[in-house]
């Protein structure tokens, strides 16, 4: 069974830093897209970062110049550094990826909150 395991969310307050991690396990044929999307309460969940197995990156424009996405293809990790952290940066983060086939999947969530 598949499980991506998210870890790294908590409390900071807003032009500090945050490093989320997440862990792949079980057999996925053919991994191509990893990234994050991120959701705040009351709206939709929204990319943040995708990064192709090549490692070409995509960001919002509201992290650009703050966020990093990398990944780890060895080991099936995928992190995300996010730095000067802004109150509109808080939400529940999600690790996602899609394989051949184009099956997705998705971690629980982690918790990201950024005080002002």
């Known amino acids: 069974q598949v499980q991506l395991v998210e870890s790294g969310g908590g409390l900071v307050q807003g032009g500090g830093s945050l490093r989320l991690s997440c862990a792949v396990s079980?057999?996925?044929?053919?991994?191509?897209?990893m990234g994050w999307y991120r959701q705040a309460p009351g709206k939709q969940r929204e990319l943040v970062a995708i990064?192709?197995?090549?490692?070409?990156?995509n960001y919002r424009d509201s992290v650009k110049g703050r966020f990093t996405i990398s990944r780890d293809n060895a080991k099936i990790t995928v992190s995300l550094q996010m730095n000067n952290l802004e109150p509109e940066d808080t939400a529940v983060y999600y690790c996602?990826?899609?394989?051949?086939?184009?099956?997705?999947?998705w971690g629980q969530g982690t918790q990201v909150t950024v005080s002002s």
């Open positions: 079980g057999r996925i044929f053919a991994i191509n897209t």
């Open positions: 996602y990826v899609r394989a051949a086939f184009s099956y997705e999947y």
């Open positions: 990064i192709s197995n090549g490692g070409n990156a």
